[in-house]
């Protein structure tokens, strides 16, 4: 069936440095993507979105690109802080009926050192 | 700040015992969700509803059952929970079609000896 999934499952970063995190998704209808960051005991938390109509949005240091051309979003922090440590998780939905749900990849672990 | 509660927050239980897990949410969501995960990895949906007196199972079978009698409360309990029940669950509501994604609870813990 249709999934999303990460490429990476640990990303370690240099604190002050960028990071770029990767989600591959295979529903093509897809209309609506969304970051969640996880950090350890606690639910996801909404970072950013971005609507299928839209290639990329920006948020506070966040950056969201999606390339519908080979079905790839991507989450930039930049200035990576030692808060930003958590999981990272993409998720898509096609709003196609009452029946829409969020699928959720695998997630990405980041670790920023010091 | 959350408007989702979960409770207990963590939980250790016998094999067999009988267990109901809390999700209450205050922003008047009419969807909710109950997601499985293990630790560092995917959430899993087990259940949702699309309102009151409506249920609905997920993509990963559980054994668990929920109800939906108010639209703030969606409670899940698991019978006789088992060692493999062990796993974090998760309780997220949305608007809608989840145009501002879900918000989530904090989850439970839950832990069968």
């Known amino acids: 069936g249709e999934n999303v999934g990460l490429h990476l499952p640990t990303l370690s970063v240099q604190e002050g440095d960028n990071s770029i995190i990767n989600c591959a998704y295979s529903?093509?209808?897809?209309?609506?993507f969304i970051w969640y960051k996880q950090e350890s005991g606690k639910g996801p938390q909404f970072i950013i979105d971005?609507?299928?109509?839209?290639d990329k949005r920006q948020g506070q240091r966040v950056t969201v690109l999606l390339n519908k051309t080979v079905k790839h979003l991507s989450l930039q922090i930049a200035a990576t802080q030692p808060g930003d440590s958590a999981v990272y998780f993409c998720?898509?939905?096609?709003?196609?009926?009452?029946?829409?749900?969020?699928?959720f990849g695998t997630g990405t672990r980041l670790q920023v050192t010091l | 700040e959350a408007d989702i509660y979960q409770t207990p927050r963590y939980l250790v239980i016998g094999t067999g015992k009988k267990i109901t897990l809390e999700c209450s949410q205050t922003?008047?969501?009419?969807?909710m969700y109950w997601y499985q995960q293990d630790p560092g990895m995917e959430l899993h949906l087990i259940h949702y509803?699309?309102?009151?007196?409506?249920?609905e199972k997920g993509d990963l079978s559980s054994e668990s059952t929920v109800s939906r009698i108010r639209t703030e409360h969606f409670p899940l309990t698991l019978e006789s929970a088992r060692p493999s029940h062990t796993s974090q669950y998760l309780c997220?509501?949305?608007?809608?079609?989840?145009?501002?994604?879900?918000?989530f609870g904090s989850g439970t813990r839950l832990t069968v000896v």
């Open positions: 998720a898509e939905i096609h709003w196609g009926g009452t029946a829409s749900k969020l699928t």
């Open positions: 971005i609507r299928s109509n839209m």
């Open positions: 922003m008047g969501h009419d969807k």
């Open positions: 529903n093509s209808a897809s209309d609506y």
């Open positions: 997220a509501s949305s608007e809608g079609q989840g145009v501002n994604g879900y918000t």
């Open positions: 509803s699309y309102g009151v007196n409506s249920t």
